[in-house]
């Protein structure tokens, strides 16, 4: 009786729930799966690293993951471009890619770690993402670029961020942008810039956008809303644009110049600063990473990017991704959540006991995710929600270093599904292979133990349904195991550098791709043990 109870409830909360499977062919802007990105300057780290990072807020997207070697092109070859849209006629909620046109091909790419938004090249460039929608006037179906083809044409054509973002403006220039609002976080080993992007307009071919760069001893952050202000184009070091930035938003009536400065965000994408889910995990990176400043938790407008209270670690990001709120008026892990100034309880408006990371629609708290509908107008508001994310498909973070040669300097920390109930594994920039179950699809033809995706993606879902007992039992295996393979990669660097050699670095790839096939092949395993554990010590209680 007591299973069957649990089985309803579980059924109770995925109806409870449905909000997250909106269908984007009606509805645009701030979308459930929306994604998160934390930049990182190189004074701003412990070690000099340059960092960028993404969690891929969507079940719909890509589950495997593969490295796309560097390649050569004949004379005249092109690439197609595809119109993503949702298809739901297989097993599970997918995309299908449309073909809508063709580029040319350049005459040599890098290689490149592809992941559904690909993250990063042999030259340590690197890419997180996080949609932000803007104004849906702007969208036309008229460009052929999308987000996760211009990712993909920034690590094979570019070396460095700057590069990257011309390129980008180049092409979507000339090709059109049809995709929603994107922010875009690209780093290289020096400095790392916040790049957002939007249509130029129903019917038309082109795109609006600004890049500005985060200081080197800042860090910076991007969470489902364009964050780009005022923007001073005298000062190239730290802000480019497309040259109709100005022109159309005052074209358009979105900015007067007599009314004050031209702020991007506001101008092109209103809507993403309404949203209190965006907001509040802008609000929760930089409480966690620069306490010091005591933000308000409640303000629209938060820095740009900020001085860290002290310098980021790789452990540090991963622990801000893993966040959901707790200890905060806004923990959704438990009903009790603190107690004010005279002992008297406080409880969370938004508090969940089965899964800590969304907001229930009943209880009626405003002013969260939104989305227009493209059709009549009309704005939905659907609450709030946290880093940490049930339906995240995967998660980087990214480290670009200058003091070492690129095989070595780039590095992609990997974790599959939800990061509060997974583990990040280190893929080197110049691996020429990964763990089999991560290149097997694990999505959209349903559930496969062949998939490193399920593997975490099991565990995770079973550890939700008592998340205050089995997140213990979680962290006493990943907390330990991810710190020992962070601890590893001094020894891994100094290894690999013993065995490199500019003219031949095949030796230090070798070495570095066994490294990450050691850990990955390890911590799949692990998942599957840990979710047979969990079913057996809980079997009784559910």
């Not at 929306?34 to 190189?42: A, D, L, R």
């Not at 005052?250 to 031209?262: I, K, L, M, T, V």
């Not at 209103?270 to 005591?294: G, I, N, Q, T, Y």
């Amino acid at each position: 009786m007591n299973k069957l109870l649990a089985l309803f409830v579980l059924g109770l909360f995925a109806s409870l729930f449905g909000y997250a499977q909106i269908d984007k062919s009606d509805w645009q802007g701030g979308f459930p799966e929306g994604c998160t990105s934390i930049t990182v300057g190189k004074i701003a780290s412990t070690d000099g690293s340059v960092m960028t990072s993404h969690t891929d807020d969507s079940h719909r997207t890509r589950s495997w993951i593969d490295v796309q070697p560097p390649k050569s092109h004949k004379k005249g070859s092109t690439v197609t471009m595809y119109k993503r849209v949702a298809f739901d006629s297989l097993a599970m909620p997918t995309y299908a890619h449309n073909p809508v046109g063709e580029i040319p091909q350049v005459k040599s790419t890098y290689g490149f770690i592809n992941t559904a938004y690909p993250c990063m090249n042999e030259k340590q460039v690197a890419i997180g993402e996080s949609t932000f929608g803007g104004r849906e006037s702007l969208q036309s179906d008229e460009g052929i670029i999308d987000c996760q083809r211009l990712c993909q044409f920034m690590l094979e054509r570019c070396s460095t961020a700057r590069q990257a973002i011309r390129m980008a403006g180049d092409l979507t220039k000339e090709y059109g942008w049809n995709d929603a609002g994107e922010c875009l976080t690209i780093a290289d080993k020096n400095e790392v810039w916040h790049f957002e992007i939007v249509g130029s307009g129903k019917g038309k071919v082109g795109s609006i956008w600004a890049a500005q760069r985060v200081p080197d001893d800042h860090i910076g952050v991007n969470a489902n809303a364009s964050t780009i202000k005022e923007i001073d184009l005298d000062n190239p070091d730290y802000f480019m644009a497309s040259e109709n930035i100005f022109q159309v938003a005052q074209d358009s009536s979105w900015w007067n110049p007599e009314d004050g400065a031209f702020k991007f965000c506001y101008a092109y994408a209103p809507h993403s600063r309404e949203s209190v889910a965006a907001r509040r995990r802008e609000w929760r990176v930089f409480d966690l990473l620069a306490p010091s400043l005591k933000l308000d938790p409640k303000d629209k407008d938060y820095p740009f990017s900020v001085k860290p209270d002290k310098q980021i670690a790789v452990s540090d990001m991963v622990n801000v991704f893993k966040d959901y709120f707790e200890g905060t008026p806004y923990d959704m892990t438990r009903l009790i959540t603190s107690t004010d100034k005279e002992g008297k309880t406080i409880v969370s408006p938004l508090a969940n006991p089965f899964m800590p990371y969304d907001h229930l629609e009943i209880q009626n708290v405003q002013g969260g995710w939104y989305s227009v509908n493209n059709k009549t107008g009309s704005i939905r508001f659907l609450g709030e929600r946290t880093i940490a994310r049930w339906y995240t498909m995967y998660a980087t973070i990214i480290q670009c270093r200058e003091w070492l040669p690129d095989e070595i300097g780039g590095i992609v920390w990997l974790a599959m599904d939800n990061v509060a109930s997974s583990i990040y594994i280190p893929v080197y920039c110049s691996v020429t292979d990964i763990p089999e179950p991560y290149k097997t699809p694990g999505r959209p033809n349903g559930f496969t133990r062949e998939s490193a995706w399920w593997a975490f993606n099991h565990l995770g879902t079973l550890a939700a349904q008592r998340w205050g007992d089995m997140r213990h039992d979680l962290d006493a295996v990943w907390i330990p195991w991810q710190k020992e393979v962070i601890g590893l990669q001094p020894e891994v660097d100094k290894k690999a550098q013993e065995l490199y050699d500019p003219e031949d670095p095949s030796k230090t790839k070798e070495y570095l791709t066994g490294h990450t096939k050691l850990w990955g092949e390890k911590v799949i395993n692990k998942a599957w043990d840990l979710s047979d554990y969990l079913w057996t010590k809980y079997d009784e209680k559910f």
